[in-house]
């Protein structure tokens, strides 16, 4: 009987315990989740502003269609996250209505015991004949025993009790528990409805963009053209700054060696010769590939890097040596990375420019309104640099932003940190 009961208590234990494990993975795992979750709906809330914003225009944009792919795209991750949480607190469900069991099959074993004990107290109740129990005794250590067993006895009912009353409040807190879970579940199923009409309004808003679209892609075609011929001129002008600036640093340390050891050598307009404390940012700046804020707080990726055929309209060609960040207005640009204001360039209506070294590594900020840093300025990471313009030609706000390693473009996305 006893080795029956252990049996049972052992079972229980052993469940207890594998449930609680699974419960603590799933409860690390719900987080992660509410993480993502709570990222895509801020990133989506931001989307549709700046589709408010686009919608406003009477022209369809590029603009409104890589925003409405960006939204489709983050509301069907949200859809996915949405169906992994569902599952995992079904998972979870499930595993507190086998706890509950155990815990309901624990307190039937406990009050089985307890009743049993409680009959036998209540057939040894009277007080006297406890007293004439432990008289009768043969000797002392048999009366010691006897008067041992009652306190023991007593103490065992209380301890039953006490038990008794601890799993029926477990139980209690397991029920509400469900019953939270539950709640929660229909709340993601009724979030989740929402999301998939919301996409199916996306989706349907996509597909009028897109037929309007390819009723002026010539139009487009010759817009991005212009776009990308002014584009050249800036990069022209930002590499002369650069080249200037190097040419400038090569000649004053060609003087400084001059005056030192007499050398003549001539200054290279295109070599930077770098000082150990520029060596230590360009290690620190590769060191936080990937890890890099983002020029600003709040936008979304209109233009990516590289020479590409635009997903939705494929005769229109796209070309970027950086990245285009469509954002609200009075947006501030902030410093990517600790480092010195190399140069700022009044491109006209295109607007300002900031061109920012990192010992090798440089970073570009083009099209800013206003200016809050000047030349030879050591700006720190995040620090702010001036807030967007409106974009050429356009009623939005486009913060176009590039990193070079010398005269070398580099993909922005690779080495900003994922939103």
Request: aromatic letters at 8%; proline letters at 2%; charged letters at 30%.
């Amino acid at each position: 009987m006893i080795f029956e009961i252990f049996m049972r208590f052992l079972k229980f234990f052993l469940l207890f315990v594998c449930t609680a494990l699974t419960l603590l993975c799933s409860a690390q795992s719900s987080d992660q989740l509410k993480a993502n979750k709570k990222t895509l709906e801020s990133e989506i809330a931001d989307t549709k502003r700046l589709l408010q914003e686009t919608q406003k225009k009477e022209n369809t944009s590029l603009q409104q269609i890589s925003l409405l792919r960006k939204q489709i795209n983050n509301r069907e991750k949200l859809i996915t996250e949405l169906n992994t949480q569902i599952f995992n607190l079904e998972i979870e469900l499930d595993l507190n209505m086998k706890l509950s069991q155990s815990l309901d099959k624990k307190l039937e074993y406990m009050k089985t015991d307890y009743e049993r004990v409680v009959y036998l107290a209540f057939k040894n109740r009277r007080l006297m004949d406890k007293i004439i129990f432990i008289l009768s005794a043969d000797d002392f250590a048999q009366m010691y025993r006897r008067s041992k067993f009652y306190a023991l006895f007593s103490e065992n009912v209380k301890h039953q009790s006490d038990e008794i009353k601890k799993t029926q409040h477990e139980i209690a807190n397991k029920n509400a528990e469900m019953i939270s879970i539950k709640e929660a579940k229909l709340s993601l199923l009724d979030n989740k409805e929402k999301e998939v009409k919301s996409l199916e309004k996306d989706r349907a808003s996509k597909s009028k963009v897109l037929d309007d679209l390819k009723k002026k892609e010539k139009q487009l075609a010759g817009d991005l053209k212009a776009k990308q011929a002014k584009q050249k001129e800036i990069e022209a002008a930002i590499k002369k700054a650069i080249e200037q600036e190097i040419l400038a640093a090569n000649k004053k340390k060609a003087e400084k060696n001059k005056t030192t050891s007499g050398s003549t050598a001539k200054p290279s307009s295109t070599v930077l010769e770098y000082t150990p404390e520029e060596k230590m940012t360009s290690n620190s700046f590769v060191n936080n590939k990937g890890k890099l804020p983002w020029p600003v707080a709040k936008g979304s990726t209109i233009t990516n890097f590289g020479k590409y055929r635009n997903p939705d309209v494929p005769s229109v060609m796209m070309e970027s040596k950086g990245i285009d960040i469509l954002v609200e207005s009075n947006t501030s640009v902030r410093s990517v990375f600790d480092g010195v204001v190399y140069g700022i360039l009044d491109m006209g209506s295109v607007g300002k420019v900031i061109i920012i070294r990192h010992g090798e590594y440089i970073t570009v900020y083009q099209g800013l309104a206003e200016v809050a840093v000047k030349k030879d300025d050591k700006v720190t990471t995040k620090q702010n640099l001036g807030t967007i313009g409106k974009a050429m030609g356009k009623g939005s706000y486009e913060l176009h932003f590039e990193i070079l390693k010398e005269f070398t473009h580099l993909d922005p996305e690779m080495w900003l940190s994922q939103k």
